[in-house]
């Protein structure tokens, strides 16, 4: 495969999509309604990406396989067995996501074994590792974006539960009280996850009647308000009290690493992982919930989250740096006045238009592609050197080029 090639992407449909907006990216009025939840852009074996090689569509997987060098570059493919080592997604959601943390990768490749070994189909619902690998991603919004990211400081969230005053709570919460530290943090989690359901739902309804009082000056009461709409037995709906809630206005960018417990609330982004898809889910969901899995996987490290850095490295690129090494996020606005030139050492690119019209020209053979909003394409190591013209915004999946 020596050419840029359109990829023909697969969308998740999940209950918390979004019934609108993947579907006014790519043009889909006839899929409006359904709950669109993640556009895939990728080689993961669950939805790969299709793309034309011999004027036939073969799934991108595929295609890697069959020529790895050509399209991953020597010292990547050698570097991650041949395997593109990222998942691009574009994710909307209109409804909550599941309060959930992702393994590292030991974590991963002993929960694939033992999954196995118990013979657990990879489908069923029971079934918490999906592949061998772990699963850092970056999040970066389109909209504002709202979610739920890493625990707050201690004091905290002791001060918030102290506001909800919590009576059915008082035993759990004296356990992060009498040990405000990482040790404290687990045991107080732990008790939550594990109450008694009559204890649970008792304590969800002493939440929510003070939550509901004080709604209009903490935001993180009027989202348990609203996550107890959604899942009114669920312990999760404490979590906007225990874990930090964090708004990204368009262009900001967050990390979560593994063994970081998250829930992306409402919104639409860009989104940027480890190409995995192992989650394990500890609330607001009705889907397969394991709590001594998520508890193993959970690292229990307390403290405010910061946003990614985002550097300028080109007059019209903007790099989200993170510490992954399988995965970099780049931000591309061309027009008129600026034009993007790619680097010469570099492996296979994932590109998406999200905005305008732009043609992406091979510098050495010529090529030349026209894309629009919702259009991605391939960029293979093969082609080294390529030029965006026009006026567009793009999002560029990449590998770091120390790897390269």
């Not at 690292?299 to 946003?307: A, D, L, P, Q």
């Not at 992954?324 to 600026?338: G, T």
Request: aromatic fraction near 8%; charge should be neutral.
């Amino acid at each position: 495969m020596d050419k840029i090639s359109i990829l023909k992407n697969s969308v998740q449909e999940y209950a918390w999509g979004s019934r609108t907006e993947i579907q006014n990216i790519i043009g889909d009025p006839g899929s409006l309604g359904k709950p669109m939840a993640e556009l895939w852009m990728g080689a993961h074996p669950k939805a790969p990406s299709q793309v034309m090689v011999d004027g036939e569509w073969l799934c991108l997987d595929k295609a890697i396989a069959k020529d790895p060098e050509s399209i991953l570059g020597k010292r990547v493919a050698e570097r991650f067995s041949n395997q593109l080592p990222f998942l691009f997604k574009v994710l909307a959601a209109e409804r909550p996501l599941s309060v959930q943390v992702h393994p590292n990768k030991k974590q991963a490749q002993q929960g694939v074994e033992r999954e196995n070994l118990m013979a657990i189909p990879l489908d069923a619902a029971n079934r918490n590792y999906k592949d061998n690998n772990h699963k850092p991603e970056i999040l970066c919004a389109l909209k504002p974006f709202h979610g739920l990211i890493g625990f707050r400081p201690i004091e905290e969230i002791l001060e918030l539960l102290a506001k909800l005053g919590i009576p059915s709570l008082a035993d759990e919460i004296t356990l992060l009280t009498n040990r405000p530290d990482w040790h404290g943090l687990r045991l107080f989690f732990s008790a939550l996850l594990c109450m008694e359901v009559s204890v649970r739902h008792e304590a969800i309804k002493q939440a929510v009647t003070a939550a509901e009082k004080y709604r209009d000056v903490e935001p993180a009461f009027s989202w348990i308000v609203e996550l107890y709409r959604e899942y009114p037995g669920d312990i999760g709906v404490l979590s906007p009290a225990i874990c930090n809630l964090v708004r990204l206005e368009p262009g900001e960018a967050i990390y979560v690493p593994a063994g970081l417990p998250h829930a992306y609330l409402r919104g639409l982004g860009i989104e940027l992982m480890a190409n995995s898809d192992n989650v394990l889910r500890g609330g607001l969901t009705p889907k397969q919930v394991n709590v001594n899995e998520f508890l193993n996987v959970v690292e229990f490290h307390s403290g405010h989250v910061r946003k990614v850095e985002k550097v300028s490295n080109d007059v019209c690129q903007f790099i989200y740096k993170t510490p992954a090494k399988e995965f970099e996020l780049s931000l591309i606005s061309v027009d008129k006045k600026c034009t993007f030139t790619s680097a010469m050492n570099r492996s296979a690119e994932v590109i998406i238009c999200l905005k305008g019209m732009a043609d992406i020209i091979d510098i050495v053979s010529g090529q030349r592609l026209a894309v629009s909003q919702g259009i991605s394409f391939l960029v293979p190591a093969i082609v080294s050197r390529y030029r965006i013209e026009g006026c567009a915004t793009l999002y560029r999946a990449s590998v770091p080029d120390w790897h390269l």
